[in-house]
């Protein structure tokens, strides 16, 4: 049960949390149909820090931008998704 | 024959408090404060177990929780330690791993065949003729070790509990309890953790000074209102940023295990030191003891574990053991030991110590032999900590290092030194820790100096002995190691798991050391080269039953489960929601709703209020259908998918106005949809102006539906005028409704029927669904249950996301290619969709028809494979056939027939209906 830093609460256990997703915004507009499939089946898994979406579920609902390191499961940033545009 | 003494000074027994309990069906007799162990040698009994693979008899070992011989059954819970385990009256206590009896085992066949019963044996032995395997494992369970667990006896589990203290100490020996103090007088608030049933660890079985400073510290602690004292508890494991588990109570009769978990400040580890036997012929034999288990036999119970005594003296334990044993009234012979000379050569006997030898030769008579090599940092939770453990050839102990902030050692498992220079170390280490836990509140202490580290002088006897027992859990001898290194496991994780050594219940705290010096030895290398295994919780066993718990789920009710309840109704669990599945006759509500009318409870739709400017760009974003063109006052059914373009997520949207829409979801959808909802708005619209809000709470949500419901509202409804032409299908307006403001009345429902939906001010819901209900008496109304909703929506060919629907299931199978966005800009899953826009889906759902059931997941085949299957089916009181639901490849679903195979292998020719609706294709009712 690791701890996660909110920017706006502080930190909490993971449980008042959801994870969302892998942060790797995809590109829409700009794919042809195997990019964006390879972009949404084939993740990096990268032995290292990843952007990982994350939702303050019970707390202020924001969705965060984890950098979390997958060997040593450190959380090394913490930020607002706010504003990052995008796709979905 | 009793082994019991006169008084000892400092003993935890009650004499005046006799305590009767059965052991393997004979009465036995102990005192209050005896363990199972001590109240057993009391009374001359000295083989308690028999040992893991090779059932030799096995006494007393370590003579406390970590012992790893005396593992019994109590009252039908297995496995429990007996060296700890407090008499309670009645317990019924059986040995384990021996038939009959601990005393003839027929199972010490084994022994005979110990040349056999190599590691690996079962794996090279019982792998083939492949057909016989059952039968192995039929005959092999019968040797299996360990106690039978009888289910009833499971104490029912505790509730968890969650600790918020600044600093929890694991360990209430004379370290944890200075450390504890220090810490609680800095401003912390403490939790000492201490795992037997008293604090003061060795003090308590010291002599005469350490009683003293016991009885010290245990009235300071009693007198400290910051510590709260936790006794047979135990730091059971270190996680990720410092969470704890900590185990609490339990092992005995009736009282559950509790869970314990928080993430402390800061964490002491005080758990002391495990004293490590020595390797020679004979070391399990009944009467070979560490000076530990002597030492608390003689000064806490009572007991004179032998009456001829050999000790060897290698430390201060082993001295003060020979002492102690002395004052029992023992004879002791004891041997001085310089450096790891001389040390045990064999012990001997039929069935305990009769006789012993040492390396220069001598042999004694002797019926105990008090021997260890040295001791075991037992480093399991620094290690968990992240902590560097490393095994110096120099000290032959654990060494630590590289510890995270906010894990401190304190006493031996920190270094060496006497009670004094540990009490005044950890007064030292608790002030810092108190200061690591509230930097902001609590001054600064630096760190102390640390202790210099504790060193032994054990050789291994060379020839190694082979038959020496290096893991007594797991009944691994010295030749075992050996073996797995011959076959080609050269590193110790590899020995480790080839061998077992160290697996045991005691997880290698009195194996691991010797385990890698046997490595070492025989690879020719350094204890550092061989390096350690891992440690991993838990530290001391904890029953499954704690960590479990109690199951408990949050329950949700709609505002009318009352009357619900109070008529008949058969709840199902929909996620949280409890929701009537029928009251009693599911075919006759459904029929009911076609021939007059009937009203269903549908609080637990998911109920999303959007407003803003931007809301209805919101919702083209989140759907695939557009909503710009949505006029006020209309609903429209709209579909999410992914971004592969796979339905996730369906309902019905209402326009209340210019800026505001109702968004309704499936019940267990509105969690996640909300969630959605909100990451596109914080994702792609951060600078919009755009609310949303979960409201399913807020309503209590009705749908009154068939031919007749027009006429039955008509007399409840203000505001709102339901003629057809004034309010038709696919419609939402505000009414008040049974004198009832602010509702919300849709022209919506899955029935197929003409339906109108309330959405009505949760307070107020009961009194709305009382005048339905008193206004429907004279149309013959029902209230009806999920279960008829469901026959109805089969019949009219509703799907539902989920069940109909699958993890590939896209719009353009469930027959929706006309709601698919076109130039409405980026949704969720456009590139998909208009990638397969024109291009023939591979399955389709269709209806199906039959005179009998066709069972939900039925297979439909052709050709002798699998073409589809049945993905919802009813028997329609309407038609009375069999209506059904299918996901079937293209080419089956465009077919007059297909077929369906059943259960029992038969086959039954369903008819397929085109366009999925059984009843009313043309909608004609729902219109009405």
């Known amino acids: ?88 | 024959v009793t082994a019991r003494i006169p008084l000892r000074p400092g003993e935890v027994i009650d004499r005046t408090q006799p305590i009767g309990f059965s052991w393997d069906g004979r009465s036995v007799c102990g005192f209050a404060g005896d363990t199972v162990a001590s109240a057993l040698l009391a009374t001359g009994t000295r083989t308690l177990a028999r040992s893991f693979k090779y059932h030799q008899p096995l006494g007393v070992l370590s003579g406390d929780l970590y012992d790893p011989h005396c593992r019994v059954s109590v009252n039908g819970v297995p496995n429990l330690p007996g060296a700890h385990l407090r008499l309670e009256a009645g317990m019924v206590v059986r040995s384990q791993g021996a038939w009959p009896s601990v005393d003839r085992d027929v199972k010490a066949v084994n022994g005979l065949l110990r040349s056999f019963l190599v590691p690996g044996f079962y794996y090279k032995t019982f792998m083939a003729p492949h057909a016989l395997l059952p039968l192995y494992r039929h005959a092999l369970r019968r040797f299996s070790a360990g106690g039978k667990a009888l289910v009833p006896a499971r104490p029912p589990a505790a509730e968890k509990r969650y600790v918020f203290h600044d600093v929890v100490i694991a360990g209430g020996g004379p370290a944890g309890i200075a450390a504890s103090l220090a810490a609680a007088r800095a401003g912390a608030s403490v939790l000492l953790v201490e795992q037997e049933y008293e604090v003061g660890g060795s003090l308590r079985w010291g002599g005469a000074a350490d009683l003293v400073l016991l009885a010290e510290l245990r009235d300071a602690l009693a007198a400290e209102a910051g510590v709260e004292v936790l006794v047979n508890s135990t730091v059971f494991g270190r996680y990720d940023d410092g969470w704890l588990g900590i185990r609490h109570g339990g092992r005995t009769l009736g009282e559950p295990e509790r869970l314990l978990r928080g993430r402390p400040g800061a964490l002491v580890v005080a758990c002391g030191l495990v004293e490590r036997p020595s390797l020679f012929h004979g070391n399990a034999l009944p009467g070979t003891l560490l000076p530990t288990a002597v030492r608390r036999l003689v000064n806490l119970h009572a007991v004179r574990p032998g009456s001829r005594a050999v000790v060897l003296c290698h430390d201060d334990e082993s001295v003060a053991a020979a002492a102690d044993l002395e004052a029992a009234g023992a004879e002791v012979v004891r041997i001085e030991v310089s450096h790891g000379d001389p040390a045990v050569a064999r012990a001997r006997g039929r069935r305990e110590v009769e006789a012993v030898w040492l390396t220069d030769g001598r042999r004694f008579d002797a019926d105990l032999l008090v021997a260890a090599a040295g001791w075991t940092v037992p480093a399991a939770l620094p290690s968990m900590a992240g902590g560097r453990v490393a095994l110096s050839s120099h000290t032959r102990r654990f060494a630590i290092d590289e510890l995270p902030g906010r894990v401190v050692l304190a006493g031996g498992i920190a270094g060496a030194g006497s009670v004094g220079d540990f009490v005044a170390h950890a007064a030292a280490v608790g002030e810092h820790a108190a200061h690591l836990a509230a930097p902001d509140r609590i001054a600064y202490a630096a760190a102390p100096a640390a202790l210099p580290p504790g060193i032994d002088h054990d050789r291994l006897p060379s020839p190694l002995p082979r038959d020496a027992v290096v893991d007594f859990d797991e009944d691994v001898a010295a030749g075992e190691l050996l073996i797995a290194l011959d076959e080609g496991y050269d590193s110790i994780e590899l020995v480790k798991r080839y061998t077992t050594v160290t697996m045991g219940s005691t997880q290698g705290k009195h194996s691991l050391v010797n385990a890698i010096a046997v490595v070492a030895a025989a690879r020719g290398q350094s204890l550092e080269q061989v390096g350690t295994t891992t440690w991993r919780p838990p530290f001391t066993p904890v029953s499954l039953g704690m960590l479990a718990g109690p199951q408990r789920h949050p329950i949700r009710r709609t505002p009318l489960h009352a009357w619900h309840d109070a008529h008949g109704a058969r709840f199902f669990a929909e996620g949280e929601w409890l929701r009537p599945e029928s009251y009693g006759d599911p075919a006759g509500e459904a029929r009911a709703v076609r021939e007059s009318v009937g009203v269903i409870d549908v609080s637990t739709l998911g109920k999303i209020d959007v407003r803003g400017d931007d809301a209805s760009r919101l919702l083209d974003y989140l759907y695939i259908n557009s909503w710009a063109s949505l006029a006020e006052g209309r609903a429209r059914y709209g579909v999410m998918c992914d971004d592969a373009g796979i339905v996730v997520e369906d309902g019905v949207v209402g326009r209340l106005d210019e800026n505001r829409f109702l968004l309704t979801t499936t019940s267990s959808g509105a969690q996640r949809t909300w969630r959605r909802i909100e990451r596109i708005q914080q994702e792609t619209f951060p600078e919009s102006d755009l609310y949303a809000a979960l409201v399913t709470d807020c309503y209590a949500s009705m749908n009154v539906t068939g031919p007749r419901s027009r006429e039955l509202l008509e007399p409840l409804i203000e505001e709102c005028d339901l003629e057809r032409d004034a309010f038709p299908f696919m419609h939402v307006r505000t009414a008040r409704i049974a004198g009832v403001d602010g509702c919300f009345l849709w022209r919506i429902g899955f029935t197929g029927e003409l339906s109108f939906e309330l959405h009505v001010p949760a307070h107020a819901g009961l009194d709305v669904w009382h005048a339905i209900l008193s206004a429907g008496e004279r149309f013959g109304i029902r209230p009806f249950g999920v279960e008829a909703q469901r026959i109805l929506r089969v019949e009219k060919g509703h799907f539902v996301v989920g069940q109909d629907t699958d993890s590939e299931t896209t719009p353009f199978e469930l027959g929706l290619a006309r709601m698919v966005g076109q130039d409405k800009g980026e949704f969720v899953g456009r590139i998909e969709l208009e990638h397969r826009r024109d291009r023939e889906p591979s399955r389709r759902l269709v209806g199906l028809q039959h005179r009998t059931f066709l069972p939900e997941s039925a297979l439909v085949v052709s050709d002798g494979r699998s073409v589809g299957r049945v993905t919802s089916s009813k028997m329609s009181p309407t038609l009375e056939r069999c209506v059904s639901l299918a996901l079937l490849e293209t080419a089956a679903a465009d077919r007059d027939s297909v077929t369906v195979r059943l259960p029992d292998g038969s086959d039954a020719e369903a008819d397929v209906v085109h366009g999925v609706c059984h009843v009313d294709p043309e909608g004609a009712r729902a219109r009405g």
């Open chain 1, 1 to 88: 049960l690791i701890s996660v830093p909110c920017p706006l609460c502080g930190s909490s256990p993971s449980t008042d949390f959801v994870y969302v997703d892998e942060a790797e915004a995809l590109d829409g507009e700009s794919s042809t149909i195997d990019e964006w499939r390879r972009s949404l089946h084939f993740r990096a898994n990268p032995f290292g820090p990843t952007h990982e979406l994350w939702q303050h579920a019970s707390g202020c609902r924001q969705v965060l931008v984890l950098t979390r390191d997958r060997v040593t499961n450190a959380i090394v940033a913490s930020r607002l998704l706010r504003g990052r545009g995008g796709g979905w």
